[in-house]
């Protein structure tokens, strides 16, 4: 049962990350203006949000796949 302590391990690093960081964000470039050899483009930063509970569900189920791999073993 080594497979299900490596996902969870998997999950705990997962959850924990996702705890820290509570979403993601990635810049998209526009092109605003575009004449000739002119243009002029515009970045703006979007945010996808990572509700907290959803970190703290794939902790504890990383524990458990951990307790149980263990178990089994």
Known sequence: MKGMTIAGV???V???LMLAYQG???TKREKV???GPIQATR???HTI???PILGGVAL???VILVVLGARRA
């Open 33 to 35: 203006l575009d004449i």
């Open 49 to 51: 949000p990572l509700p």
């Open 14 to 16: 997962l959850g924990a």
């Open 43 to 45: 970045e703006t930063e």
């Open 10 to 12: 998997v999950l705990i």
């Open 24 to 26: 993601i964000t990635y």
């Open 60 to 62: 504890a189920g990383g």
